[in-house]
Structure formats: structure tokens, C-alpha cells
């Protein structure tokens, strides 16, 4: 989405008056006991990047994340509306909320303001009627469960590596490694993907946070 | 859960009552054939800074009504509440106006809590009034402060989008200043070392930004205290004329010194002029 207001010949760039997009690769894996999820870190208006260390995977309820790509402002916007429904509703069940009624709360927004929204949501957790799982929700405002997701510009790069190497059945650092390496070779390729890669392991145990630095990220070869 | 506010905001989504309004305007002073004025636009270069005891902002000082200065010393660090202050780009009504509702109705929240309030609060405020208006207020912000949970970091996009970070930079000259920052800035640096730092990216603003210029002005502020320096840097010092007598400005004085031109040949015609009749007409001086 571009919206620009008053091009005051040059003295105002482009990058003043383009709205900030988190142009983004996310991912998200299920595995035995939990999700592993992971996102970049870049945020962008237009072609000056706005935050170079963004936190994409934001806390829905203590075993629940969101992973957001779209337009900044929407995403935080719907994940701050969503984060208050379900904590209210938690409350009121006075039980962990299922990752499912997370999901289906965000596609209720997504759907319904689908005209005035550009938002890409993955949607993972763990609950503990159905352990970890993974929702996606892309833009338009569908929501259905993947053992394994993909979302954001950086996305159409790696469905290929992503269909080919996962595995169902795969071990917590089997899955780290495979996000990690993902991610990686998305923003390799994708100009609005980059900085730092954020992972979160979520399991019956809680949520484990690391990031992985531009030095450290797995290595490919190089053309 | 009944919230105070002075200003009643509209049950969903925009209002489009000024545009019909606006749309109007516009057609009618188009007949006439003149053409609405420009929103005045702070340019600027506008920063912040968190370090060892608090915050650090800094703005410049030039407000443009397209390419014309309209304002050369105009205050870009508007006051939220006595903890917390908010630097402002993008056009000047929307974020003068923007600033004083929400320390108007954070002012009301905190007599209610009864506490000092919160960087975040003021945050979510923000936030959330920018994403209603859909990004058409054209306001840019820097919140930062220091409340019960430290100091703080915000920018603040006009379409509601916030970060919080360690260095932030916005508006026309925000690349300028972002390179000051990435090339000095450190964890918990001392309050000079701040200083200096903000000081000097707003500076690169101003010399390499069109849209930024004048003074600098910042903004210290510390668990407890506020320092509001302004100007706290006159990078840009207006000249002093040349033609003084006795030290006095004289103006209009275009006279130079005999021998500053070079006089080659001169030829001198008298003209043989009768007068005819002659007149004097008293100017009414009263």
C-alpha cells in the first residue's frame, strides 16, 4: 500500500511519505509438544529501512504469537485489539485460551475490514487440548491450520526449499535449524527481508526467545 | 469502564465531515482563481536518544511552507506531561494539535490514577488516534521520557505504526541524523556524551537537509528533572550588515566610497535651464 501526501518537489523524499511495511519473511513450524516460529527484522518505508531490529513475533497470551507482515501500522493495530479480546476471554473462561480462538479472532478482523487492510498473520502456539499448532491467516482474511507456514514478500522465495526439505515427525532443534536456514536464504533474496533472524520455541514449558545475528546466520554458497 | 477525555471521539472510524467541507473550500477559491495555502510542513530533522539516566531530544528549527522558510525558529518539542516530551515532523497543525489532546487527556488520566504517567501510555494514545485517522493526520512524532519503568524510546509514524528503541530518528533530514547515530552511538553513554551526540546528528540535518535548518534545540530529561535547552546550538547565525555608521545599522545606505570605481574619461554638458515657475506643496505630516 502506498499513500503519499503533498510531493513537495524534492524536498520531502519519497521514504517521508510512504506508509512503513513490514516487507518481511515469517515462518512457523509445528512440532511434537510445540511450535517453533521465527521472523526478520525489517521494517521499511519505502527503499530507507526503518527499523533495522524489528520484533515481528509478537505475544498474543503467555503460549501464543503472532507472527506479523503487511502494513506495520495494521498489524500492531490488530494485534493490540486481538491481545485485549483474548485476554478478556481468557479471564472469562478463567482457562488457557485455545490457539485456534486466537486465530479465529484475527481472522474475524481480518475478513471483516478486508477492504481497508493489508495484513499477513501466522498465528502459533501451544495449548493443551491440541499442543502446538499453526494457523495462518494471509490477506483477504482466510484462516486455516498448516503443519508448516510460510508468510511476507520474502516468502515466495523459499516454498520451494520449505516443500521440499520439511519432514512431519521433525525434533524442536531439527525445526529451529530448518526455520533458521529458511529465513535465512529469504532474505538473501528479498530486499524488504533482513537484519537479525528472531526464533521462539513455544511448548507446554513456556516460550524460548533467541536471535540469531547477520555473522552468525548459516552459511550457503556463495554465487 | 467509563475513560475521561476532554475531546469526544467519533463511534467508528473516520469522519469525512471537513473533507466535503474542504472539497468545497478548494473549488470555490480555484473559481476566484486563487489557490488554497500550502499546509505549513516542519521539514525537519528531529531525534532521540536514550542513555545512562534518561532521554535525550533534539530537533531543529525551520518550519517550510513549500519552499519558502515560513518560520526560522519555530519549537518542534512539544510538552505531553512533565515527564515526558514529544518532537514533531511532518505537517505542523497535526502535530501541535495531536500533542495537546493527548497531554490534555493524559493529564486527566494521571489525576485519575493518581500516578506520574507512562511513556507507553502516551504511546498507545498516539498510536491509536494516528491508525483512526488512517495516516491523513500527517504527523510524525519522537515520544520519549523517563517514568517508573525507565527511560523510554518511541517513534511514531502518521499511518499509527510505533518502534521502541535505543535512537531514533525522523523526518526529512532523519537519514542525515541516522548517520550520526549509527556511526557514535553506544549502550548507556554519559549525559555530555548525549548531548553531543543528538546535537551533532541534528546538525548533519541541518546542513545536508533543505527542509531542516536554523538552531537546535534539546531536551534532557532525567528521573525527575526536565532540561529544556532552547536554543541550546545557534548553528545558524544571521549576518551583520556592512554599511554602519558610528556602529548604528544605517539602512538603505547603498553609498560607496569615492575612488571604489575607477573613473576613466569625464565629459561635463552644462544644461542652460530657465525656470519657469515654482511651487511647494506642504505634506500633510500630521
Known amino acids: 500500500i502506498v499513500s503519499t501526501f503533498n510531493n513537495y518537489n524534492d524536498l520531502y523524499p519519497d521514504w517521508t511519505q510512504t506508509e512503513v511495511s513490514t516487507g518481511t519473511s515469517i515462518m512457523a513450524v509445528e512440532f511434537e509438544g510445540g511450535v517453533v516460529i521465527g521472523a526478520d527484522s525489517r521494517t521499511t518505508t519505502g527503499a530507507y529501512i526503518a527499523n533495522r531490529v524489528t520484533d515481528k513475533l509478537t505475544p498474543i497470551h503467555e503460549r501464543i504469537f503472532c507472527c506479523r507482515s503487511g502494513s506495520a501500522a495494521d498489524t500492531q493495530a490488530i494485534a493490540d485489539a486481538v491481545t485485549y479480546q483474548l485476554g478478556f476471554h481468557s479471564i472469562e473462561l478463567d482457562e488457557a485460551p485455545l490457539v485456534q480462538t486466537a486465530a479465529s479472532l484475527f481472522r474475524d478482523m481480518c475478513y471483516r475490514y478486508r477492504e481497508e487492510l493489508m495484513a499477513g498473520i501466522i498465528v502459533a502456539g501451544w495449548d493443551p487440548r491440541r499442543g502446538g499448532q499453526v494457523y495462518t491467516v494471509p490477506v483477504g482474511g482466510m484462516m486455516t491450520r498448516q503443519p508448516v507456514s510460510v508468510g511476507g514478500s520474502g516468502s515466495s522465495y523459499i516454498y520451494g526449499y520449505v516443500d521440499s526439505n520439511y519432514r512431519a515427525g521433525m525434533s524442536k532443534e531439527e525445526c529451529l535449524k530448518f526455520t533458521a536456514e529458511a529465513l535465512t536464504l529469504a532474505m538473501e533474496r528479498d530486499g524488504s527481508s533482513g537484519g537479525v533472524v528472531r526464533l521462539a520455541v513455544i511448548s507446554e514449558q513456556g516460550v524460548e526467545r533467541q536471535v540469531i545475528l547477520g555473522n552468525q546466520l548459516p552459511k550457503f554458497s556463495t554465487v | ?286
Do not use: W
Open chain 2, 1 to 286: 469502564m467509563a475513560t475521561v477525555s476532554v475531546c469526544q471521539y467519533h463511534r467508528g472510524g473516520f469522519s469525512f465531515e471537513n473533507c466535503k467541507r474542504n472539497a468545497l473550500l478548494e473549488a470555490d477559491i480555484n473559481k476566484l482563481g486563487f489557490s488554497s495555502p500550502a499546509a505549513r510542513k516542519t521539514g525537519t530533522t528531529i531525534c532521540g536518544v536514550v542513555y545512562k539516566d534518561g532521554v535525550v531530544l533534539g530537533a531543529d528549527t525551520r518550519a517550510t511552507e513549500g519552499m519558502v522558510v515560513a518560520d526560522k525558529n519555530c519549537s518542534k518539542i512539544h510538552y505531553i506531561s512533565p515527564n515526558v516530551y514529544c518532537c514533531g515532523a511532518g505537517t505542523a497543525a497535526d502535530t501541535e494539535m495531536t500533542t495537546q489532546i493527548i497531554s490534555s487527556n493524559l493529564e486527566l488520566h494521571s489525576l485519575s490514577t493518581g500516578r506520574l504517567p507512562r511513556v507507553a501510555t502516551a504511546n498507545r494514545m498516539l498510536k491509536q488516534m494516528l491508525f483512526r485517522y488512517q495516516g491523513y493526520i500527517g504527523a510524525a512524532l519522537v515520544l520519549g521520557g523517563v517514568d517508573s519503568t525507565g527511560p523510554q524510546l518511541y517513534s511514531i509514524y502518521p499511518h499509527g505504526s510505533t518502534d521502541k528503541l535505543p535512537y531514533v530518528t525522523m523526518g526529512s533530514g532523519s537519514l542525515a541524523a541516522m548517520a550520526v547515530f549509527e556511526d557514535r552511538y553506544r549502550p548507556n553513554m554519559e549525559e555530555e556524551e548525549a548531548k553531543r551526540l543528538v546535537r551533532d546528528a541534528i546538525a548533519a540535518g541541518i546542513f545536508n537537509d533543505l527542509g531542516s535548518g536554523s538552531n537546535i534545540d534539546l531536551c534532557v530529561i532525567t528521573k525527575g528533572k526536565v532540561d529544556y535547552l532552547r536554543p541550546h546550538d545557534v548553528a545558524n547565525k544571521k549576518g551583520v550588515r556592512e554599511d554602519k555608521i558610528n556602529g548604528r545599522p544605517e539602512t538603505g545606505n547603498y553609498r560607496y566610497k569615492h575612488g571604489t570605481t575607477g573613473v576613466l574619461t569625464k565629459a561635463v554638458t552644462p544644461l542652460n535651464l530657465e525656470v519657469v515657475e515654482e511651487s511647494v506643496q506642504t505634506m500633510d505630516t500630521s
